[in-house]
T-cell receptor, first 116, second 113 residues
Framework: AQKVTQAQTEISVVEKEDVTLDCVYETRDTTYYLFWYKQPPSGELVFLIRRNSFDEQNEISGRYSWNFQKSTSSFNFTITASQVVDSAVYFC?????????????FGTGTRLKVLA | ETGVTQSPTHLIKTRGQQVTLRCSSQSGHNTVSWYQQALGQGPQFIFQYYREEENGRGNFPPRFSGLQFPNYSSELNVNALELDDSALYLCASSFAGTDRGYTFGSGTRLTVV
């Protein structure tokens, strides 16, 4: 069975600090996808990144970067020079590619508070 | 292109009542999924519809049912509401086969009293 663990319930940082959100996943599948979503107070889940299990390259997009390590089953997310607008709940999720169903397994989320 | 729209945004119902939540998929998407997000939790998969048929279901009782229409819009119906059904219900659409991330709506906040 799949499982996603986000051990950090809430993180508070001061603006311009770097912050890393942790994600550990469990799966028996050999191929799978991993995702990060941002949920602002409005409730909508905003897609940030998708990573295929075959692609362990780290990715950088502006102030965002992701570190995928299959050896430790982790897919961590770093925000560099955080801003107040980054305040939100962030969810890590996984999806099996062996099932025809687009069923995502979400972690419990990490609430990030960026203080001015 | 339009995103995923859900209605209503908020709803209050009494225990035992029935509720219907609606979702319009993003243009070009043919798959709709519904998720329940309890306060402080991650979204939990309820079910998915593709070509008007349910093709996957999470651990939810039969009183949770759905429909997908020819225009790919969808409804989530919940019968015999219980207090624990109070949650944010999220609709997400995608295009089967592309393996791209879902596009989520802003959700319907259901409160059962």
């Amino acid at each position: 069975a799949q499982k996603v663990t986000q051990a950090q319930t809430e993180i508070s940082v001061v603006e311009k600090e770097d912050v890393t959100l942790d994600c550990v996943y469990e799966t028996r599948d050999t191929t799978y996808y991993l995702f990060w979503y941002k949920q602002p107070p409005s409730g909508e889940l905003v897609f940030l990144i998708r990573r295929n299990s075959f692609d362990e390259q780290n990715e950088i997009s502006g102030r965002y970067s992701w570190n995928f390590q299959k050896s430790t089953s982790s897919f961590n997310f770093t925000i560099t020079a955080s801003q107040v607008v980054d305040s939100a709940v962030y969810f890590c999720a996984s999806r099996s590619t062996t099932s025809g169903t687009y069923k995502y397994i979400f972690g419990t989320g990490t609430r990030l508070k960026v203080l001015a | 292109e339009t995103g995923v729209t859900q209605s209503p945004t908020h709803l209050i119902k009494t225990r035992g009542q029935q509720v219907t939540l609606r979702c319009s998929s993003q243009s070009g998407h043919n798959t709709v999924s519904w998720y329940q997000q309890a306060l402080g939790q991650g979204p939990q998969f309820i079910f998915q519809y593709y070509r008007e048929e349910e093709n996957g279901r999470g651990n939810f009782p039969p009183r949770f049912s759905g429909l997908q229409f020819p225009n790919y819009s969808s409804e989530l119906n919940v019968n015999a509401l219980e207090l624990d059904d109070s949650a944010l219900y999220l609709c997400a659409s995608s295009f089967a086969g592309t393996d791209r991330g879902y596009t989520f709506g802003s959700g319907t906040r259901l409160t059962v009293v």
